[in-house]
């Protein structure tokens, strides 16, 4: 079992930043690939981005150069750095761990980011 809570989301303005952070608690950190999706209304929910316990990083092309993903192993945490934010941003963000054998994925609650001016 893994819990995951996100913390972060909120109003900003179109080019500004936003930090989405995740807490994971429970089972083995390093036994899980831990990714940022977000869902907006009307569409299906995508990949933002994914890092594993390694390091291995990867961005969806709709936000490379503006968003970086990092994890703290020691802290159980994840984070999301979003910069330059456009309002085809706004959506409901969540954390996601996924076992890296397995694939079972958990996922927290959600954050609503909204960029708007």
């Known amino acids: 079992q893994v819990q995951l809570v996100e913390s972060g989301g909120g109003l900003v303005q179109p080019g500004g930043s936003l930090r989405l952070s995740c807490a994971a608690s429970?089972?083995?950190?390093?036994?899980?690939?831990m990714g940022w999706y977000r869902q907006a209304p009307g569409k299906q929910r995508e990949l933002v981005a994914s890092v594993s316990f390694g390091g291995s990083i990867n961005h969806a092309d709709s936000v490379k150069g503006r968003f970086i993903i990092s994890r703290d192993n020691a802290k159980k945490m994840v984070s999301l750095q979003m910069n330059s934010l456009k309002p085809e941003d706004t959506a409901v963000y969540y954390c996601?761990?996924?076992?890296?054998?397995?694939?079972?994925?958990?996922w927290g609650q959600g954050t609503q980011v909204t960029v708007s001016s």
């Open positions: 429970g089972s083995i950190f390093s036994l899980y690939v």
């Open positions: 996601n761990a996924e076992h890296y054998m397995t694939g079972y994925q958990y």
